[in-house]
């Protein structure tokens, strides 16, 4: 069976996203590790031992990350998903506790006891993982695979016009995971939106399921709703992250991939966390980003119905 490390900043979507994993049978959930991003840690903390709870099927143990980015202030995106990360909806009681091992021990550990099978899924900022390639690079060469919601993909920024957010706060961190030599798959922002959001008939049909975990799904994304509302006046609830969790649990969902070289803006402000993607196409300057070796598989396009249809029917199992 499969063996997950999950990393999360949890904010609405990363709990969709939990939820799919752990109601998963085909994979073990071996830890889930938290990190600021989204909200502050305290609060992804709580959120994600709540979700664990909420979701009623695997329970493992959960440890403590990065309270801050590797080398910048903490940007959050509570007016996204509300200041409690869950749609503010007085959800978030956890009776779980995190245990007392940090994240990036936690992380080392488990790969060093599973040679070449764990298959982490970064579905917030990767400070936890560029703190544990710093701390232990030989290590997490064991890794098998790591999947990563990030970067906007082949279109624009959700943060900045070019940056996505979870790079954004810790450009810094991903960069250092891109070129750590992991083989890596990119899950990006362009990929997240128009027919892979759940619509208000999606919405309407989970909310009165009787399942709590269906439930709990729609009522996090409260906040969520309202922002689109808002910006584009959608009744839409966009997640990347249960995206990106799509892709780790059913390949057969991608339609079209590609291998590039992405390179991770940190200098110019005003580019900080764009990631520029060279997917192989002939340039009229043969040197710079042309010369470089593949250093991760991105996402291009995936099947949405199929998508949807799969993430309903687990929530609703």
Known sequence: MRKLIIDTDTGSDDAVALIMALKSTDVKVEAITT????????????????????ANAQKPPLYVGAAKPLMRDLVT?????????????????????????????????????????????????VTNIALAILKA?????LVKHIYTMGTSGFGPGNTTPVAEFNVYVDAEAYRIMLNSGIP?????????????????????????????EAEFSVKCNRSLLEYNLQRSNEHIVDLPDAVAMGVVLWDEIVVEDKLCYCYVCTIEEAAYGQVIMNDGSKLAISDGFAGHIPNANVCKTIDNPLFKEKLISLLLQ
């Open 184 to 212: 890596i798959t990119i899950i990006g922002f362009d990929i997240c939106l128009g027919e892979a959001a759940l619509n208000k008939a999606d919405m309407d049909m989970l909310l009165s399921s009787g399942k709590a």
């Open 137 to 141: 690079p030989e290590t997490m060469k």
């Open 77 to 125: 995106a509570v007016n996204v998903h509300g200041e409690d990360g869950m749609g503010d909806c007085d959800l978030i009681h956890p009776t779980l506790l995190p245990k007392t091992k940090h994240a990036v021990d936690a992380i080392l550990d488990i790969i060093e006891n599973n040679p070449g099978e764990i298959e982490i899924v970064t579905i917030g900022p």
């Open 35 to 54: 990190v600021c991003g989204n909200v502050p840690l305290e609060l992804a903390t709580k959120n994600a031992l709540m979700t664990i709870e909420v």
